[in-house]
T-cell receptor, first 115, second 110 residues
């Protein structure tokens, strides 16, 4: 298997639930990212990990908690979310963070609905 | 502030040529990228321009003018499968982060 794989593809959760999104990349990249994609809005960068170290927390509420146990795996732990958190959550990887000509490779995303 | 502007929607017919423009405002600049995203799919990288001029890759070309803070994606010989959203992205020089535009939805009609 190659590329960036995200699970689950779809998730419906209540505001009091706790769930986790998983991302795995098989590209040998050293940087991994979480993006939020909402309708009619630009992709919003949430978190960045470079060589397993978090280098960016883009003013994301604490109800979103990332975890990067190694360069191939990235998790996003969710708890007490709000309905406005419903969106497509995209994971991406790149060779290293910040390299201009190093493109992002995205997964297919997790479509999250908070009820 | 940092911002990218691109048209929200473009419609064209099969076989035609379409140009999707992107203007940006960032503090510093490290290059302009383009990504394609089909409905329900992952964004995929199309092109990257760091220097002024035109880069051609098959039916797709990308242009950059740093003095005008402007670039465009040119799609030739349009096919139905080109119907998708196209995002420009700029690496901000101050933060070194990739900033995306809101995307242009391209509809290719028979």
């Amino acid at each position: 298997e190659t590329g960036v794989t995200q699970t689950p593809r779809h998730l419906v959760m209540g505001m009091t639930n706790k769930k986790s999104l998983k991302c795995e990349q098989h590209l040998g990249h050293n940087a991994m990212y979480w993006y939020k994609q909402s309708a009619k809005k630009p992709l919003e960068l949430m978190f960045v990990y470079n060589f397993k170290e978090q280098t960016e927390n883009n003013s994301v509420p604490s109800r979103f908690s990332p975890e990067c146990p190694n360069s191939s795996h990235l998790f996003l732990h969710l708890h007490t979310l709000q309905p406005e958190d419903s969106a497509l959550y995209l994971c991406a990887s790149s060779q290293e963070e910040g390299q201009g000509d190093s493109p992002l490779h995205f997964g297919n995303g997790t479509r999250l609905t908070v009820t | 502030g940092q911002s990218l502007e691109q048209p929200s929607e473009v419609t064209a017919v099969e076989g035609a040529i379409v140009q999707i423009n992107c203007t940006y405002q960032t503090s510093g600049f490290y290059g302009l990228s383009w990504y394609q995203q089909h409905d329900g799919g992952a964004p995929t990288f199309l092109s990257y321009n760091a220097l002024d001029g035109l880069e051609e890759t098959g039916r797709f070309s990308s242009f950059l003018s740093r003095s005008d803070s402007y670039g465009y994606l040119l799609l030739q010989e349009l096919q139905m499968k080109d119907s998708a959203s196209y995002f420009c992205a700029v690496r901000d020089g101050a933060t070194n982060k990739l900033i995306f535009g809101t995307g242009t939805l391209l509809a290719v009609q028979p």
